[in-house]
């Protein structure tokens, strides 16, 4: 009988209903979108950059004099000092140094600027993943990236053509092509990479003096990246107050993971807030609804009252009003959110599969639970109110 009450009152008040549940849709539904397209895209970053999570990056800092050209790069005492260094806190590492840089490319007729890198046939599994084809040996195979390969119509077999350091054009086969990193990687980024061999790249852009622009160091246990950071810091560099005898510059992925993850918790707590203003909003309209009826309803609450209707089933009476009308409005801005945050996460590149992921499909029960709640402690006050009302002078109310 006092849900059937709660209801007929509703629907009594229709448009007095409907826009105290407008005020929940739009509070929801801007918790759940925001919170739906912050969280899909969080984990499109940590899924772009987690598997490079676990290695340090080393850039050379500081001139060295070659054959009495200026240059810089990692020499094989440097690498020597660095290893040393690395096995002082592990035994479990990979350490790979490599040449990189941009070169122009010719396909077809057309010519196209790549990133290049030249590593050990040995080393290359370490960094990167091959989806098809075979590992480069000697001077003229290469491996692509997958989205360089896609926007160049490159497979395996095609030909690809660079200008040698002597001049000379140097024809290479395709012969394997690698899994897409994304951008945000440590290391070797793929989309839009050209690999081969140490020798290869000696052919096209030459050896920088036997000196490497970079040097990877993957640990099996990420955890031990800060004490093999701290280990050649102290064995690269000089005093923390004397930046200019750095000889190593070093990134770590470890550390830049949980300072990417703290800054998009921040950033999702923040747009919570934004969006519960809106929520906030709608309580007050809610409560101030609920009083309205409380007042409208006097002489019926009196009556009911008088027939030997409990005071705990007026307070639930009103509370089933406030209840379905947040139920009700948080389904549909949850279904709102759900509609619109794809095309959100869309516009933003991000894949559509994305919204599948469990701290995305959180926010459902989560939009719902909250618009309930908002409700029901928005129209406690006016049924403790109608409650409390002397049945007497209920029923004397015009």
Known sequence: MIVSLALRNLKLNKFRTILSMLGIVIGVFAICSMGMVSAGFTDEMDNMISDTADTLTLSPLGEKVVDGHPTVGFSEKDIRNIESATKSVTKEYELVPYYTSYKPVTIGKEMVTASVYGLDSNDMSSLVTLVSGTWPRGGTNVIVGEQFAEDNDLRVGSRVSFLGVSGQEVTCRVVGVMENTGMLTFGIATDSAIL?????????????????????IKAYDPTELAAVDAAIEKKMNGKEDRDSDNTVSILNSYELMDIFD???????????????????????????????????????????????????????????????????????????????????????????????????????????????VVCLISGLYPAWKAANLNPVEAMSTD
């Not at 290869?200 to 003096?209: D, E, H, K, M, P």
């Not at 794809?342 to 639970?369: D, H, K, N, Q, R």
């Open 262 to 372: 703290e800054l998009m918790s921040m950033s999702s707590l923040f747009t919570t807030i934004i969006s519960a203003i809106s929520l906030l909003v709608a309580a007050v309209a809610i409560t101030n609804v609920m009083l309205m009826s409380v007042k409208e309803r006097t002489r019926e609450v009196g009556i009911l009252r008088s027939i030997g209707t409990f005071r705990s089933q007026i307070l639930q009476m009103f509370l089933y009003e406030a209840g379905l009308i947040g139920l009700i409005g948080a389904v549909f801005g949850v279904i709102l959110s759900l509609i619109v945050s794809p095309i959100f996460m869309m516009i933003m590149g991000l894949e559509f599969t994305a919204m599948f992921s469990v701290s995305v499909l959180v926010y459902i029960p989560v939009g719902i639970g909250v618009g309930l």
């Open 196 to 216: 081969g061999t140490t020798e290869w790249y000696s052919s096209i852009v030459g050896n920088n003096y036997g000196l490497y622009n970079s040097i990877i």
